[in-house]
């Protein structure tokens, strides 16, 4: 049996002129939680679409548990756990009467898997009569996760399953999947949220189809080549537009109440130099002070690196 419980070799999908997927090579080890990180319209939900059995690649093969997702479609339909990025449910079926539902389709019932969806279905079950459509968004999200479960799957796909809940329940969120590791279940997410890239063990960074980056988010960010400053000032949108032109900056981009601003290589005295072509620009209130890369720094850095190749 390969280790692998996801694997994708040369896939790539067009939508007419639009290059969906290009040339996707990604390997998810069994057990493994795996997100797929990148904006909206890079190509995730077309790759999680082929891995779901609900699109065909126009090139390249992809199989889960070493099933292919063209030929062996109908069994690999029994083997995962899907949840799309938009709530899908019977909004005018009950908790209770979704679960049931799912659980028909796949031969089981509640009872028989009840032990594996507890930590997250207990929290709703309190309102197991009350129509899925009058749940709230963070409810809505465990009543789905629990549907994605009730056959218990060797691999579960969650396509941004967080966009549009508040901040707990995406916290709460991520805490049941690391819960769900422990049942040595495959999980594969995608989410445009930089910050949820820390929470997967492995992840890729994908932009325009195209897979930038496979690796931890602690090696991602260890490889960041240049150093990174913090820079703000009373007027932000200005110091924004100043730092543009400043002829060492190597790239400058919002973040917070900060931007994060890279000098480019064998820049010496970046501080001072830059304190004093602030000041010369007028700002006032500069703070400047050094920090990490983060995944979106990360992220934003290979995007552009990718866009200089195709300009060469």
């Not at 005018?92 to 799912?102: A, G, K, T, W, Y």
């Not at 496979?214 to 000032?233: D, G, H, M, R, Y």
């Not at 007027?235 to 060492?248: H, V």
């Not at 400058?252 to 010369?280: M, Q, R, S, W, Y």
């Amino acid at each position: 049996m390969s280790t692998f419980a996801i694997e994708t070799h040369s896939v790539s999908k067009n939508y007419q002129s639009v290059k969906a997927l290009q040339n996707i090579n990604l390997s998810v080890k069994r057990g493994e939680l795996f997100g797929l990180i990148g904006p909206d319209g890079a190509g995730k939900t077309s790759l999680i679409r082929i891995l779901t059995t609900l699109l065909l690649p126009d090139s390249g093969t992809a199989s889960l548990d070493g099933l292919d997702v063209v030929k062996d479609y109908k069994e690999i339909r029994k083997h995962i756990g899907y949840m799309p990025g938009r709530f899908s449910l019977y909004q005018d079926l009950s908790v209770e009467e979704n679960l049931n539902f799912f659980a028909t389709i796949f031969n089981t019932t509640l009872e028989k898997n009840y032990d594996l969806i507890k930590p997250i279905y207990s929290q709703i079950e309190p309102f197991k009569t009350r129509r899925a459509g009058a749940l709230s968004g963070g409810m809505k999200q465990k009543l789905a996760l629990s549907c994605a479960l009730i056959h218990k799957p060797s691999v579960l796909i969650l396509d941004e399953p967080t966009t549009g809940v508040d901040a707990v329940s995406r916290k709460e969120f991520w805490e049941m999947l690391r819960e769900l590791k422990k049942e040595n279940i495959t999980i594969l997410v995608s989410t445009p949220y930089m910050d949820e890239a820390t929470l997967c063990e492995r992840i890729a960074l994908i932009q325009n189809g195209n897979i930038m980056s496979v690796n931890t988010p602690k090696e991602i960010v260890n490889a960041f080549p240049l150093p990174i400053f913090e820079v703000k000032s009373a007027n932000l949108y200005q110091l924004l537009l100043d730092l543009r032109t400043f002829k060492q900056t190597h790239s400058v981009h919002p973040f917070g109440e900060f931007l994060h601003f890279t000098p480019g290589k064998n820049f010496n005295n970046t501080e001072i130099a830059l304190k004093d072509f602030l000041k010369e620009k007028g700002h006032s209130e500069i703070v400047i002070r050094q920090t990490r890369a983060n995944i979106e720094d990360c992220f934003m850095e290979q995007m552009n690196q990718n866009i200089l190749k195709d300009e060469k």
